[in-house]
């Protein structure tokens, strides 16, 4: 890591926390040692450190990445884009504010991110895909996830960029605008709804969880928004 990179980094590092801060109350600790190595994924991130944030907010917990948006640390003189410019977060109204994420029913936010990200990271051009079709749908391990949530396999659906009311889609980084892409659990019959229609089941899915008032946020006890 030359020098220049580690200035960048710094940068990166303090912007990052200054919008964190301007969301929510972040935990002191940063999440990256402290979770267990089966969870954490394959794919590579912008430089070694994998690592997660807990912002705390009145009625709700979001867990965000950390690092998905670190400049690349081969990229010589740190004049291209900051890693993948973005970064996922779960926005979880079922966590106490004062919550452990690593403690029993409490996991299931932390793990799905954590697959999430390695999902992102592995495609490489994530933030491209996102821009090119808005909202995108995947399946992933459903750990610790009520019954509802599962498919038959066990895997939960996720909708990647539903919008929200109150947290700001880009973060400003030293080396441009990283996007901040919200993650959203659906139910087997909201994905059935993109199944069947594709990319116009995803649009009208998007704007039933906003117009039902959930936006990109998650409940484990909310009713599907595309049942009558």
Not at 110 to 135: N, S, T, V
Request: glycine share 8%.
């Amino acid at each position: 890591m030359n020098s220049r990179h580690e200035q960048y980094l710094e940068k990166t590092y303090e912007a990052r926390d200054s919008y964190y801060e301007s969301v929510g109350k972040p935990d002191s600790d940063v999440l990256g040692q402290a979770i267990p190595g089966e969870w954490q994924g394959e794919a590579a991130w912008p430089t070694i450190r994998k690592a997660y944030r807990v912002i705390r907010r009145s009625h709700s917990v979001i867990i965000a990445t950390d690092g998905l948006a670190d400049p690349f640390e081969d990229d010589d003189d740190s004049t291209g884009a900051s890693g993948f410019d973005l970064e996922l977060y779960i926005e979880a109204e079922d966590l106490a504010t004062d919550a452990n994420v690593l403690d029993g029913g409490n996991v299931w936010a932390l793990e799905l991110l954590i697959h999430a990200a390695d999902e992102a990271a592995g495609r490489g051009a994530f933030r491209e895909w996102i821009e090119k079709y808005g909202c995108v749908s995947m399946a992933l391990p459903g750990h610790d996830l009520p019954e509802r949530w599962l498919d038959q396999d066990g895997n939960a659906a996720i909708l990647f960029n539903v919008p929200s009311p109150d947290i700001p889609s880009e973060m400003p980084l030293p080396l441009g605008r990283a996007l901040m892409v919200p993650i959203t659990l659906i139910l087997p019959d909201e994905l059935q709804l993109i199944i069947e229609h594709k990319a116009e089941g995803r649009e009208r899915l998007r704007d039933l969880l906003v117009s039902s008032g959930n936006w990109h946020r998650i409940r484990l006890n909310r009713p599907s928004v595309v049942s009558s």
